[in-house]
């Protein structure tokens, strides 16, 4: 059974606190590893990664996968409050008679405080 | 627009009485998957479809059924709902195969079983 693990589940910081937020998987037949941000809403995408090693940057947000350790790492620096938010990963995998089979992490509830 | 539209966006019924979700999509993407979503458990899977007549389960497909008759709509259909199927859901799609940048997500279904 494949299996995506968040942690910590809850984080609560100060604005300008740099956090960073993990995610280890098993799954067979691994494509992709998604991160993704979810307010009161439906979940935004963050990023995608296929390749071990290669970092991804967006503003004040990075992630890193690793394939041979199966985790990845998200990092948010300088916090707003404005991160608050559940930060869900997920990962793609085949399964089936395609690929597509998304299995989500429980998420990781960051809360910011002024 | 580009929009992936649920409806309805709430619904309380009472156990056993069918129901349809409808999704629809109207970005001509091939891939449409549905998710459920609960406290602490993050987001499953619970059937994706990579184009039309084409479905596969995702985690948890136990008391769901889907169709994918035209590339534009994917219902999901609970023959008979039960309370352990309340829930918030959302349907998702995406031109490639599990999304990623390119993943539009519906505004979610809130359903009670009483």
């Known amino acids: 059974e494949d299996k995506v693990v968040q942690s910590p589940l809850s984080l609560v910081v100060h604005e300008g606190d740099t956090v960073t937020l993990n995610c280890s998987y098993e799954v067979t037949n691994f494509r992709s590893l998604l991160w993704y941000k979810q307010e009161k809403k439906a979940p935004t995408f963050l990023f995608m990664l296929t390749s071990s090693g290669i970092e991804k940057k967006s503003g004040r947000l990075s992630s890193i996968l690793d394939k041979k350790e199966l985790f990845s790492i998200l990092n948010i620096t300088a916090t707003q409050t404005g991160d608050s938010a559940v930060y869900l990963c997920a990962v793609v995998s085949s399964g089936g008679t395609s690929y597509g089979k998304l299995t989500f992490g429980q998420g990781t509830i960051l809360t910011v405080h002024p | 627009e580009a929009q992936v539209t649920q409806n309805p966006r709430y619904l309380i019924t009472v156990t056993g009485k069918k129901l349809t979700v409808t999704c629809s999509q109207n970005?001509?993407?091939?891939?449409m998957s549905w998710y459920r979503q609960d406290p602490g458990l993050g987001l499953r899977q619970i059937y994706y479809?990579?184009?039309?007549?084409?479905?596969d389960k995702g985690d948890v497909p136990e008391g769901y059924k889907v169709s994918r008759k035209e590339k534009r709509n994917f219902p999901l259909i609970l023959e008979s709902p039960s309370p352990n199927q309340t829930s918030l859901y959302f349907c998702?799609?995406?031109?490639?195969?599990?999304?990623?940048?390119?993943?539009?997500f519906g505004q979610g279904t809130r359903l009670t079983v009483v």
């Open positions: 479809s990579m184009n039309v007549e084409v479905t």
């Open positions: 970005m001509n993407h091939e891939y």
């Open positions: 998702a799609s995406s031109l490639f195969p599990a999304g990623g940048r390119d993943a539009f």
